[in-house]
């Protein structure tokens, strides 16, 4: 009988790809990678679902392969979400704490937070997350867990996620039109922080940069807490796209050039001068060679264009000199050479690319920064960070009575 209730499976929704992994979480309380799945995306449009039926189809396929390799099933997923229209905010709420005994219970940490979540919200706008920073009781701040402490007056910090109704509505029914339910949505670069941050640098500060095929989000943690969010519609597509333009290729030329030539910082390139780059033209004309520093003049100011954003969210959230444990970089465009060098300067921050830590498993080919929010997912899962809106209405799960027949039916296709 396939393991029903010691595995989680994250469901990294990305405008580009759609990655599924389902981790083991029985013995040692680390989670343990047992399958991986990867699809193309299709329906997303900058991070948005837009289609539910047609990104149905890459989450099943995803999903499938992963249970394949795991040969355990899956019913209920963690989903990444990411998208403009999601805004972050940091807001805060105030009890007074009147138990007989006088030690704060569950109830008051529910009530406080319910409290810092009264916020006036545009029409067809609801709450996706919250997060809570810092607890202080009775005028001591800098708490985490104020369960079981006395006091007369709680209060917290949280930092709030809103977006548009239909934007986790439209996530949780392309993800029931493939055959699952949602255990919960989470913000894509809080999920790519969880996997990739040390104690140290959520503690210190740092900020991580989550590169996509058409958005790049940001996350900032101090005092081992989410202080800022932000999400810009820019990302590794549009270094395809100046390729296609500045050197008249076609895209998915353009891309295999950029992946395999792509460097962001034209000094690199120059001290590895020599290389040259076959670039095959549109339409019937000759192919012609190109030096790759003409590839990096193109690509430098997009990155420095995407980063200067995101620099300049920093400064404007109040964190310039703050992140003293640096820039992390995840996600696919952060796979393109020169780029932690190139944030380096402009962040004036020790800048890393961040690999997915505290996991195991057998898929090695997981330690990759492709997978960075995949595996967080699961792991923000493991420690229970998240909510669970297994009951959200309309989920619809009419294919879930039958995971054993799931299960047959890819073993069928095996044999
Ligand atoms: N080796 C690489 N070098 C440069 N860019 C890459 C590389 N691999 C992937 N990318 C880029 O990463 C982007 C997709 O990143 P991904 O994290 O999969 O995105 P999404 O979250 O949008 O699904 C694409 O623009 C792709 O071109
Ligand atoms: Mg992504």
């Not at 999903?63 to 805060?92: D, F, H, P, W």
């Not at 709420?93 to 030690?103: F, L, T």
């Not at 997978?371 to 997912?377: C, H």
């Amino acid at each position: 009988m396939p393991k029903q209730d010691t595995h989680i499976i994250g469901l990294d929704l990305g405008t580009t790809r759609t990655t599924a992994v389902i981790a083991d979480t029985g013995d040692d309380g680390r989670p343990e990678i047992m399958g991986l799945g990867v699809a193309e995306s299709q329906g997303l449009r900058k991070g948005v679902v837009v289609n539910p039926d047609a990104a149905a189809e890459p989450i099943r396929r995803a999903i499938e392969e992963a249970e394949r390799m795991s040969g355990l099933i899956a019913e209920s997923v963690y989903v990444s979400m990411s998208g403009t229209l999601l805004k972050g905010l940091n807001n805060r709420g105030i009890i007074a704490v009147n138990n007989s005994d006088r030690k704060i219970n569950r109830g008051d940490i529910k009530r406080v937070i319910d409290t810092a979540c009264v916020i006036s919200l545009p029409g067809g706008h609801e709450i996706i997350d919250v997060q809570p920073q810092e607890y202080i009781v009775d005028g001591q701040d800098g708490i985490n867990d104020p369960l079981g402490m006395l006091g007369t007056r709680l209060e917290v910090s949280v930092h709030i996620i809103t977006g548009p109704i239909t934007v986790r509505q439209n996530i949780i029914t392309a993800v029931n039109r493939a055959g699952l339910l949602v255990s919960d949505v989470i913000l894509e670069p809080i999920a790519a922080a969880e996997s990739t941050l040390t104690a140290d640098e959520r503690e210190y500060g740092s900020a991580v940069i989550n590169i996509g095929g058409e958005t790049t989000s940001l996350a900032i943690y101090q005092r081992s807490a989410v202080m800022h969010t932000a999400i810009f519609p820019l990302g590794g597509s549009h270094f395809t796209n100046d390729i296609a333009f500045g050197l008249r290729t076609p895209i998915p030329e353009a891309e295999r050039i950029k992946r395999s030539y792509g460097c962001v910082l034209a000094s690199m390139a120059l001290a590895e001068s020599g290389d040259s780059i076959e670039v095959p033209s549109v339409s019937r004309r000759p192919p012609r060679t190109l030096s790759r520093e003409i590839l990096c003049e193109i690509l430098q100011p997009r990155a420095e264009e995407i980063l200067g954003h995101i620099d300049d969210e920093i400064k404007r959230a109040g964190f310039e000199r703050q992140l003293s444990s640096g820039i992390i970089l995840t996600g696919g465009g952060a796979m393109i050479a020169g780029l932690p060098e190139l944030a380096e300067q402009i962040f004036d921050s020790p800048t890393r690319v961040g690999y997915p830590l505290n996991v195991s498993g057998t898929t090695e080919n997981v330690n990759n920064p492709i997978y960075a929010s995949a595996i967080g997912l699961v792991l923000i899962a493991h420690r229970g960070g998240a909510h669970h809106f297994n009951n959200v209405a309309g989920q619809n799960g009419k294919r879930l009575g039958s995971a054993a027949a799931r299960m047959k039916e890819w073993l069928g296709k095996m044999f």
